[in-house]
């Protein structure tokens, strides 16, 4: 069960970096860096994981608790991802306004 | 003195701002100098007292539990490196922007105070963190003032890399996460050994591939051009003079720490990156028409010259890659500042428009030639000191198609820079226009020339040899 996790993080890693390669769209390549990053997570995520583990609160329900320092980074990762993505966002809505497109081959300002 | 101490005032300072300009306008500028006073003063006590090696835990933790704060001489020549290039570019960008773009500020202390952090951060966690808030700051200062579309489209640019890098570097940290259950570097370093083959390379791959992105080096350095040329004149020195050694550091910092023994293969890959974007570098800024650009892309030839240096695994190599990032730091950041002069006066970027700037200000002229000569390895100045070193080390190891590369390099951008100072001693066709006095720059400039000499005079000066030769920790490399 935890191979399929692991297995989906890896799988949307790829999946993020194929579209962030071969999309021409600023769009989908950010989709494609939220995607890698969403598949980074869930691998931290799940590398905390042991058998028959209860969520890390107090009092604890059950026997044993999962690693939450994994959870912790989680947490971290993914408000530094969120700014990220936000970022890319607002100069999306720049780029369009000076361009009026998102197509990545016709935004040839740089080239050269 | 705890480590801390060099991220804090930085970070304090960028939070001061906003409330200053609200409640003070008129302190804004003596809270703003006064802040990057204390800052530099701080890391640079921090670099001298942290000489011999400091390690603490943050809030009484376990060393596995909480943050660690390291400073040893390496990260204290490169906490040196800010508190000298930072204060430069501050005074710079005070004259560049003035001091209604508060939030300017806000950005450059961050920008700063994270730089600080990736310097001193002793887990590998925290040097992610740390890089991110580089990072972001760093695409913001790129984009700075955003009414300029090309800053807008380099900085979306170096956004996309840079996140992509980043996410390899979590890939990395991840994977040592689950291989070890520690992050600590220094607990680390006991692991690491005992980890099979494919496990080291798979980490190897991540973190070098993610950090070489963030340093922009050949296959990926796409991003580098683009934004170190269109951010504003002391966004631009700071980019190239600083910034761009953080992912550097990591570089050798994590390399030495876990790969020296385990996995030999480490350092080789490292020269070929560095050798690939030595020649790309210096190929592609011969053709340059644009001076910003061609300075950016010599930046791209610099990061090569010291990833060679990296590259060679030995104490000699280190050694003459951190006399090369000062070097590189001190001729970069002037020639950046000369140049964004040159674009103020003309409004024009291409070679063929800045003739007659020998008469119009001579001082800027003969700083961008010393610091040119210097860069280009031109004897006795400190550019040819550190390339003879990486020369030597190079050669030490037996690493001789990087030795010749690094000399061709040399006549390249001999060859480019003269192209430059031509154009800039030969006699105007326009009557010269107005010109603004520029104190604050022609300040920083005359510094970085003395600091440039001061470099160059070094390993001759009594101990100077003995101080350059103690910089990388006793222990770290063969």
């Known amino acids: 069960m935890i191979l399929l996790s692991y297995g989906t993080a890896i799988v949307l890693f790829v999946i993020g970096l194929c579209t962030l390669l071969f999309r021409r769209n600023l769009f989908k390549i950010v989709i494609a860096l939220s995607l890698m990053e969403g598949g980074v997570l869930l691998l931290i995520t799940s590398m905390g994981y042991i058998p028959g583990g209860v969520p890390p609160l107090l009092p604890l329900l059950g026997e044993q608790a999962v690693n939450p320092l994994p959870q912790s980074f989680t947490l971290t990762a993914i408000v530094i991802g969120a700014s990220d993505i936000a970022l890319a966002l607002a100069y999306i809505i720049k780029i369009y306004h000076h361009y009026g497109t998102v197509d990545v081959d016709k935004i040839r300002g740089l080239r050269g | ?478």
Not at chain 2, 82 to 102: D, K, N, Q, R, V
Not at chain 2, 303 to 319: K, Q, R, V
Not at chain 2, 380 to 407: D, H, N, R
Request: hydrophobic share 55%.
């Open chain 2, 1 to 478: 003195m705890n480590p801390v101490f060099a991220v804090l005032l930085p970070l304090c300072t960028a939070f001061l701002i906003p409330l200053g300009f609200i409640f003070f306008r008129r302190a804004l500028p003596l809270l703003v100098f006064s802040g990057g006073f204390f800052s530099a003063l701080g890391a640079g006590a921090v670099a001298f007292l942290g000489w011999g090696g400091i390690s603490t835990v943050m809030g009484g933790w376990a060393p596995e539990l909480g943050i660690a704060l390291k400073v040893d001489s390496l990260s204290a020549c490169f906490l040196l490196l800010t508190s000298l290039g930072f204060p430069l570019a501050l005074l710079s960008s005070a004259e560049e922007f003035g001091w209604h773009s508060w939030r300017f500020y806000v950005i450059f202390f961050l920008s700063w105070a994270s730089t600080n952090g990736i310097l001193v951060a002793g887990d590998i966690f925290n040097l992610f963190v740390f890089f991110e808030i580089f990072s972001v700051a760093a695409y913001l200062l790129v984009s700075f003032p955003a009414s300029s579309w090309q800053a807008v489209e380099a900085s979306f640019k170096y956004l996309i890399f840079g996140t992509l890098g980043a996410l390899f570097i979590l890939l990395g940290i991840s994977y040592i996460f689950m291989a070890t259950g520690q992050l600590n570097m220094a607990l680390l370093q006991d692991f690491f050994p005992a980890l099979p083959g494919p496990t080291l390379g798979v980490i190897a791959g991540c973190l070098l591939g993610g950090l070489l992105v963030k340093c922009g080096s050949a296959p990926a350095h796409f991003w580098l051009p683009d934004a170190h040329s269109s951010a504003r004149a002391p966004v631009s020195a700071l980019l190239s003079g600083v910034l761009v050694k953080a992912p550097l550091y990591a570089l050798l910092r994590l390399g030495t720490l876990f790969f020296l023994s385990p996995l030999p293969r480490f350092f080789p890959l490292l020269l070929f990156f560095g050798t690939l974007s030595l020649g790309v570098g210096h190929l592609m800024a011969m053709q340059q028409e644009k001076i910003k650009r061609m300075l950016a892309y010599s930046t791209v030839a610099q990061i090569g010259t010291i990833l060679l240096g990296l590259g060679c695994a030995s104490s000699l190599g280190a050694t003459a890659s951190i006399y090369h990032v000062f070097t590189h730091m001190s001729s970069k950041m002037g020639l950046f500042l000369v140049a964004g002069v040159f674009l103020e006066d003309r409004h024009a970027n291409s070679l063929g428009e800045m003739k007659g700037f020998l008469r119009h200000r001579p001082f800027f002229t003969i700083a961008f030639a010393l610091l040119a000569a210097s860069l280009a390895g031109i004897p006795p100045l400190s550019g040819f000191q550190s390339k003879w070193l990486l020369l030597l080390a190079c050669v030490e190891k037996g690493y001789l198609i990087p030795a010749l590369f690094l000399l061709g390099g040399t006549l390249i951008s001999t060859a480019y820079y003269l192209k430059v100072l031509g154009a800039f001693c030969s006699p105007a066709e326009a009557p010269l226009p107005h010109r603004r006095p520029r104190p604050l720059v022609q300040g920083a400039v005359l510094f970085l020339v003395l600091l440039s000499l001061l470099l160059a005079v070094l390993p001759l000066l009594p101990g100077g040899k003995e101080l350059l030769f103690s910089l990388p920790p006793e222990g770290m490399l063969p």
